[in-house]
């Protein structure tokens, strides 16, 4: 497969992603309340995966200098990360207030998307183990039927 | 106060170290990998038990919802890890016999997973908490069931694409995927033992926020640390502007692949 095709069939692939949460947000969520609460809902979540994927990566980036001997590499990739999580938080309380759902506090808010993400990050988790499962199901039973 | 200092003790510190049980299995020393297994398994453990050891907690519900959908999940995976190693792999594990067994299973746990949402009985591990539905299932399902209907569907046309000959595998996923998305619109349309229509309708709009905020949140952190690694790859000589490498380094890239392969080291 040349290289046009194969990005054609990634950018595809992307959109068939959310295809399904689009179309079953439009479905269901339709009052003024729902959007609000949906805002904050995909504020808190990206603020939280954000952090989240960036500690990990900030890790990584410490075996990355070791490796390539760039020593600077961490703590660049760190103030990058911070600038722009400090940019995405403002502008996403900017928006819609302190993010803070049925919490009373900011404290409470933290800890409770951090089990949140506990929750919806195992069904993800699951998903992508059960997808992987079925295809190489599927691909053992394809070599053993030709036997 | 009091309150607080034991789900810190029992619920949030235990996490914290499961967490950093799963961040030692990527350090290559296999003492500090046993040591990591270890503490995911005491951290785990503790997590799971605080639904009954600090039920005071709001976020220990997270638990006993883990706790309940449980078997459910075992099943799942356990039958499609038989069905995986019982077909024609180099590391087949189990007869050929037991492929089908391990598809039972399969559909056995998806088919108990949904059952618990659509009725309540004394034999199925409760959804509740406190007396009513288990927020986190609330949370749980409709992301499960979104995520796989997404997942899958983004699974089935790269199979069909880029996989090669295997229409069969692409085919199945779609079916699960089609499956997934007509449990989620009965949901919107019937009420079952947990949720009612409206309390549904709500859950799937935040659980699309959520997806999409994860999505989103991931996106932009692999963005801001791929331009990191491209600012400093960029300024390294390509591979043919290289010069030779030296006696030092020869003897060097010698050590790790003797290191890494064995055998004896020859004159």
């Given amino acids: 497969m040349n290289e046009t095709p194969k990005q054609r069939v990634l950018v595809i692939a992307g959109f068939l992603l959310v295809l399904p949460s689009l179309v079953l947000g439009i479905v269901s969520g339709s009052s003024d309340a729902d959007a609000s609460r949906g805002f904050a809902r995909f504020a808190n979540a990206f603020l939280t995966t954000y952090t989240l994927a960036s500690m990990f990566f900030i890790i990584n980036m410490f075996r990355y200098s070791k490796s390539r001997r760039e020593p600077n590499a961490p703590w660049i990739s760190m103030t990058y990360a911070a600038a722009l999580g400090i940019l995405a938080s403002v502008l996403l309380t900017s928006q819609g207030g302190l993010l803070l759902e049925d919490n009373s506090g900011s404290r409470a808010q933290i800890l409770t998307n951090v089990v949140h993400f506990l929750v919806t990050g195992s069904a993800a988790i699951v998903s992508v183990a059960i997808m992987i499962f079925i295809v190489f199901v599927n691909i053992t039973s394809r070599k053993q039927s030709k036997d | ?267």
């Fill in chain 2, 1 to 267: 106060m009091q309150d607080e200092i034991k789900a810190a003790l029992l619920l949030w510190i235990p996490l914290a170290i499961a967490s950093l049980g799963i961040a030692m299995q990527f350090r290559r020393q296999h003492g500090l990998q046993n040591l990591g297994k270890g503490f995911l398994i005491i951290g785990l453990g503790f997590y799971l038990a605080s639904f009954l050891t600090v039920p005071e907690s709001p976020s220990s519900a997270s638990s006993a919802l883990f706790v309940a959908i449980l078997p459910a999940l075992l099943l799942i995976f356990i039958g499609l890890f038989i069905a995986t190693f019982s077909g024609e792999t180099p590391v087949r594990r189990f007869n050929p016999k037991f492929r089908s067994l391990g598809l039972l299973m399969f559909i056995c746990g998806f088919a108990l997973l949904e059952w618990m949402n659509w009725h309540e009985s004394n034999w199925l591990p409760s959804l509740l908490w406190k007396g009513e539905t288990n927020k986190y299932w609330l949370i749980f399902r409709p992301t499960f069931l979104l995520s796989m209907c997404s997942i899958l569907l983004f699974g089935s046309y790269v199979v069909k694409n880029m996989g090669g000959n295997k229409n069969d595998a692409s085919r199945n996923l779609f079916i699960v995927s089609v499956f997934s998305f007509a449990l989620l619109l009965l949901g919107l349309y019937s009420d079952n033992a947990y949720t009612t229509t409206s309390q549904f309708s709500t859950s799937l709009w935040l659980a699309t926020s959520d997806l999409l905020g994860i999505l989103a949140g991931l996106g932009l952190s692999v963005t801001v640390f791929t331009l990191a690694i491209w600012y400093y790859e960029r300024k390294r000589p390509g591979i043919d502007d290289l010069p030779p490498p030296s006696d030092k380094q020869l003897n060097f890239a010698a050590k790790v692949i003797r290191k890494n392969l064995g055998g004896e080291e020859s004159e």
